[in-house]
């Protein structure tokens, strides 16, 4: 049995949640509005202030989906509640960030400049000139634009320059020698 399926969702004060046909769950808070069509095999149910998933049968696609339906739901609940944050760190001599609007200028060692621009309901955040925040109410688009950020210039083992997650560790490589 699925012990994360079976837990039930508790639903926060200022929190709203609508089921409607085909499994299209709508989550509203505080924060925002957030919407997924989630499985159809899923039986999700609203009993009180709790929101509980359940599955029709056993069988191995169903075990799965029955988990992964239950932490979506509570995802877009944690989201419109308290939101999510990714950080990246900027290393290198010469690298940095700046904003200017919604839109994120990365300088990386290139020729130019890369210039990156907020997507809909993401927003950035500089801290000086090397730590941004990439924060919304998807968990799922913050994860994405933080690895598009990231993927412009990935962190080298032998310096470590490059943009890497806050919580990320680089295996370092050891430089050539030289001769004798």
């Given at each position: 049995m699925s012990r994360i399926g079976r837990m039930p969702i508790a639903i926060p004060a200022g929190v709203t949640v609508d089921i409607a046909e085909n499994n299209k769950v709508t989550v509203k808070g505080p924060k925002g509005t957030l919407e997924r069509v989630l499985p159809a095999e899923m039986e999700i149910k609203l009993e009180g202030a709790e929101v509980v998933v359940s599955r029709p049968n056993d069988l191995k696609k169903m075990k799965s989906l029955h988990g992964l339906t239950r932490t979506l739901i509570n995802n877009m609940i944690v989201g419109v509640t308290q939101g999510f944050?990714?950080?990246?760190?900027?290393?290198?001599?010469?690298?940095?960030?700046?904003?200017?609007?919604?839109?994120?200028?990365?300088?990386?060692?290139?020729?130019?400049?890369?210039?990156?621009?907020?997507?809909?309901?993401?927003?950035?955040?500089?801290?000086?000139?090397?730590?941004?925040?990439?924060?919304?109410?998807?968990?799922?688009?913050?994860?994405?634009?933080?690895?598009?950020?990231?993927d412009k210039r990935r962190p080298e083992p032998y310096k470590g320059k490059g943009i890497k997650y806050a919580d990320e560790t680089i295996r370092r490589k050891v430089g050539k020698t030289g001769k004798k």
């Amino acid at each position: 049995m699925s012990r994360i399926g079976r837990m039930p969702i508790a639903i926060p004060a200022g929190v709203t949640v609508d089921i409607a046909e085909n499994n299209k769950v709508t989550v509203k808070g505080p924060k925002g509005t957030l919407e997924r069509v989630l499985p159809a095999e899923m039986e999700i149910k609203l009993e009180g202030a709790e929101v509980v998933v359940s599955r029709p049968n056993d069988l191995k696609k169903m075990k799965s989906l029955h988990g992964l339906t239950r932490t979506l739901i509570n995802n877009m609940i944690v989201g419109v509640t308290q939101g999510f944050e990714k950080k990246l760190e900027v290393n290198g001599v010469g690298y940095r960030a700046a904003k200017a609007g919604k839109v994120l200028t990365l300088s990386l060692g290139y020729s130019h400049p890369v210039e990156m621009t907020d997507p809909e309901g993401i927003e950035t955040v500089l801290e000086g000139q090397n730590i941004i925040y990439v924060r919304g109410i998807d968990k799922e688009k913050v994860g994405q634009f933080a690895a598009e950020i990231r993927d412009k210039r990935r962190p080298e083992p032998y310096k470590g320059k490059g943009i890497k997650y806050a919580d990320e560790t680089i295996r370092r490589k050891v430089g050539k020698t030289g001769k004798k």
